[in-house]
C-alpha cells in the first residue's frame, strides 16, 4: 500500500522560513513525481512546486511562478523524501500543503490529475 506523508507544517512571521517533508513508502520506486500544492480558504487547490525523479537521470524541477526564487524543491538520495524548503515567506502562502505522488512520472508536473496518491496535508500560516 502507496503512503504519502507530510510534514512540517506551521505558524510563521512574514519573511520568516519553513521546511515541509514528503515521505512515500510502501513500495520501491524506480522513478515518480512527487509534486507540492496547496489551498488557501476559499480558493481552488494550485500548484506549487514539484520533483521528477528517476534511476537514470538526473531530477528536474518545476515551480509556480508565485514561488520561483523563494521555495526550493529537493530530494534525500538515501529516501524516498522530497523537501520543500521556504523562504521569504508571504502571508499570502497561508494555505494547507498537499504532497502527492505520480508513480508515472507524466508529462506536466502542475497537473493534479496526473497524481496517483495525495498526503493528507499540513497547515502552513504566515502571519504579517
Known amino acids: 500500500q502507496v503512503q504519502v506523508v507530510e510534514s512540517g507544517g506551521g505558524l510563521v512571521q512574514a519573511g520568516g522560513s519553513l521546511t515541509l517533508s514528503c515521505a512515500a513508502s510502501?513500495?520501491?520506486?524506480?522513478?515518480?513525481?512527487m509534486g507540492w500544492f496547496r489551498q488557501a480558504p476559499g480558493k481552488e487547490r494550485e500548484f506549487v512546486a514539484a520533483?521528477?525523479?528517476?534511476?537514470?537521470?538526473?531530477?528536474?524541477?518545476d515551480y509556480a511562478e508565485s514561488v520561483k526564487g523563494r521555495f526550493t524543491i529537493s530530494r534525500d538520495n538515501a529516501k524516498d523524501t522530497v523537501y520543500l524548503q521556504m523562504n521569504s515567506l508571504k502571508p499570502e502562502d497561508t494555505a494547507a500543503y498537499y504532497c502527492?505522488?505520480?508513480?508515472?512520472?507524466?508529462?506536466?508536473?502542475?497537473?493534479?490529475?496526473?497524481?496517483?496518491?495525495w498526503g493528507q496535508g499540513t497547515q502552513v500560516t504566515v502571519s504579517s
Open positions: 502527492a505522488l505520480d508513480i508515472q512520472s507524466r508529462s506536466f508536473t502542475s497537473r493534479e490529475t496526473n497524481y496517483d496518491y
Open positions: 510502501g513500495r520501491t520506486f524506480t522513478g515518480y513525481t
Open positions: 520533483f521528477r525523479w528517476s534511476a537514470w537521470s538526473v531530477g528536474r524541477t
